[in-house]
């Protein structure tokens, strides 16, 4: 394999060669948008930290998901801010809850839009932890339960998929045994198996208003650090009965996306979070970087990484590039 004979170069020269022999694409089937709900109506409250993301009441939410569902994105996935939080996170699991009320909203507007739910109770606690707090830390057991009947009321609400985020241990395991014994043995749990107690979460904090009151979340979510666990993690959670898995945040992480794509061949999800989009934003509006291309090769590196589809805060950006080419 050795130069003069082989010249790498011959297939690079042209564009239609250089697209024959590309092995990655990104369509826009493997797009998935967040969305950041709201209580009232005709609210649109720009994120000051994420330029383009805003919060929508329902209605406004409802219209949102009419473009993304005609740009050709398949699945959108719900944050919800509730009207009060309190220590138990009350509405996260209220059937009447902004999220079931939500889902149902869009449901009945554009049934084929893949509704995903995030289930976490930072967003609706007042303290901002994914959990009930027991001695200055978030107890495990409690948790769950209420993880349970939160995505049971999401389900119950007509969710496609249902997304927890939290890391409490067995939470899989208690959702599925949940939504089985309530007649929902078909909706699917998208896990954030591989979920790392990440920096890059800053901007997403401000949007879904969730930011702990104390400490930070490092008794749950996992060490920057490890790889190994990772894999742990994802195991345990296919074994409890995840249908796909995820790994959050996106581009810091691609090895560990490589490794469970690779270790199990399942569905793999990868969430480029908020502050993977934000730095991109800022430095496209300083001028320092073209925004556009430097959107698309970061997606198509998740995709390379082995990420089956894509939640991104680029998606309709991602979709109308993909249309126009
Ligand atoms: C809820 C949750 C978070 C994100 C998704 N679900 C925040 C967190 O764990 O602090 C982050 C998404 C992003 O940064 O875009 N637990």
Redesign the pocket.
């Known amino acids: 394999m050795e130069f003069p004979i082989h010249r790498p170069r011959r297939l690079r020269r042209t564009e239609s060669l250089r697209r024959m022999v590309r092995e990655t694409r990104l369509s826009v089937d493997q797009l998935v948008l ?1 969305l950041f709900v709201v209580p009232g109506e005709s609210v649109d409250n720009p994120v000051a930290s ?1 330029p383009g993301v805003r919060q929508l009441s329902i209605d406004k939410t409802v219209a949102e998901c009419s473009e993304v569902f005609a740009l050709g994105i398949p699945a959108v996935i719900l ?1 919800g801010i509730p009207e009060s939080k309190d220590a138990e996170g009350t509405e996260a699991y209220d059937e009447n809850g902004i999220i079931p009320r939500a889902v149902r909203a869009i449901k009945r507007e554009i049934p084929e839009l893949v509704v995903i739910t ?1 289930v ?4 609706y606690t007042d303290h901002g932890h ?1 959990g009930v707090i027991v001695d200055g830390d978030v107890d495990n057991d409690p948790t769950v339960e209420l993880l349970a009947r939160e995505a049971l009321v999401h389900a119950a609400a007509g969710a496609d998929i249902v997304a927890p ?3 409490m241990d067995g939470r899989v395991d208690a959702i599925r045994e949940l939504l089985d014994e309530e007649g929902f043995e078909n909706t699917p749990i998208l896990s ?1 198996a591989a ?1 790392f ?2 920096s ?6 401000d ?2 208003e ?3 009151q104390f400490g930070d ?1 490092r008794s749950y ?1 996992m060490d920057a650090a490890n790889g190994d666990e990772a894999l742990r993690e994802v195991e345990m959670d296919l074994e409890e009965g995840a249908d796909m898995v995820m790994v ?2 996106a581009l810091a992480y691609l090895d560990v996306i490589w490794r469970v794509k690779q270790s199990f061949g399942v569905p793999v999800a990868a ?7 934000a730095m991109i934003k800022a430095a496209a509006a300083n001028g320092w970087i073209d925004e556009s291309r430097v959107m698309m090769e970061s997606l198509l590196a998740i995709r390379r990484a082995g990420a089956d589809f894509i ?1 991104t ?1 680029f998606a309709k950006q991602a979709a109308r590039l993909l249309a126009t080419g």
């Open positions: 967040p994420m944050f995030d976490c109770l930072c967003e994914c985020s939290d890391m954030y979920k107690a990440s890059f979460y800053g901007p997403f904090r949007a879904a969730s930011t702990p979340r979510q959050k945040p969430y480029q979070v908020s502050g993977e989009y939640l805060y």
